[in-house]
């Protein structure tokens, strides 16, 4: 007994001092986030990006503020409700997306209208003045909803697949390349499927499942996707299959995608795929590159994009193999206090011109879900790295600069808006195991709310799914406005029965799959229009047609 008394108290102090230690780390955390976040504010602010070297600021992937919209519910992750509500209104009197700006139809998606939905899904728990039908309605959600509109044409080609980028003002030009990345056709459905689900308007929902169902259609007889197709003739331009750049959040939407909306064929697709890429791609949990259609081995290399690769893996309760892969990783991590951007399994060392590490959170993201998953101290181990590495290596005066050079920690001018959006806040939900978005609250602890028409509906109870850029979707949100649809659908058919002359209502089309667009509705801008150089489709480009070769990516100056 007394051994077991020993063995009780011993196990309630190391409970409290890893309490303590994890206090005291998020108190590090948030100090972090604040000299990053104040540092863009005062010398950024409203461009796009801080520039942490010469402490001002720059447009990259548009011109919408986009740090302070993708870092918006990080404050409310971080406690923050008044700043949250500031923002959020100061976001909605300056920003437009009525400009003449060509950008990246996937970036905008995954990072401003997740990042507008997610705040508006929390925009009641972070104590704002609510529309009477919240979630259904709300300014953060007509913006997101603007933004998304915008994106539309870009999904207007007689394969449903979108094109990479779209000016905003004018639609997609006469020029534009129809060559897009993986990534970019199949990372639509978290945020098209709930905005379509909070305004009764299927057209997203529809635009992101035809694109999906094209590209699905393109995989090669051994199972596998490439890394860039051309959207219109759905030939495979880089022939390079993998689950890093140009690819991951493809995979990632289709997992989540399948949780979050319950959906079996999106499951169904990922599983196929998930058989193909162990069978041909995966060495000693390590996941390699290989041509598509023979999978052979294209690049022996490890991607720092690659490493959510474990955290989805445990949403599937696939534990054993994600912990092998993870434990991979991290030794690469601990090899470089970072993850350069490409690694070369056979030589164990970094990639000629990718030796960068731009403060990406894919390994803290990991961390947090397995951490959840197997309460393996060795979670809390990489978080505690991460902290002290961004820290010491790229920390400046006014703010944090990706890393260019991990080898001799050279520093690029650029703070990447998913610095604040994602890499801080997975890292502090990583040390704040009790966080509401970890797990539901339970019955009359206030930590849900009621929405929808007649507030009939309950959010906040728990499964939240996070975007890929790491904005917290509420599942339940789904079901709220569905009844709020119908009711339109309902008017709509009411009204339309008194239009009709002999006062009969005829039956409501039904709405499955938007149809394939008319040929003829030109969404290109005309000849002579404005246009400007377009913006890289992808986040980051390693392939195009001229590298898929292998080998030649290696020796590539841009
Ligand atoms: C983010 O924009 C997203 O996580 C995206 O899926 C991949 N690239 C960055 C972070 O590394």
Redesign the pocket.
Known sequence: LMYLMLLFTKLICSLKVLTSWALILNRRIKSMFYHAYNSYLDNAFPYDELRPLTCDGQDTWGSFSLTLIDALDTLLVLGNRTEFQRVASLLQDTVDFDIDVNASVF?TN??VVGGLLSAHLLAGRAGMELEPGWPCSGPLLRMAEDAARKLLPAFQTPTGMPYGTVNLLHGVSPTETPVTCT?GVG?FILEFAMLSRLTGDPTFENAARRALRALWKTRSDIGLVGNHIDILSKKWVAQDAGIGAGV??YF?YLVKGAIMLQDEELLNMFQAYDQAIQNYTRFDDWYLWVQMHKGTVSMPVFQ??EA?WPGLQSLLGNLDSAVRTFQNYYSVWRQFGGLPEFYSIPQGYTVDKREGY?L???LIESAMYLFRATGDHTYLQLGFDALESIERIAKTPCGYASVKDLRDHQLDNRM?S?FLA?TIKYLYLLFDPTHFLHGGGTEGDGSWEEGGDGGQCVLGAGGFIFN???HPLDPAALYCCSRHAQDHQELRDILLSLSQPDGRSKPPAKQTEDPPPNPSDSIALKPGEKRTPPLLSC??QPFNARLSIFGQVFTDNT
């Open positions: 970036e995954i990072r990534a990372t991951d959040s990632e720092s994009l959510f731009p990406r959170p894919e990447e998913f994602e890929t850029e790491a986040p980051v």
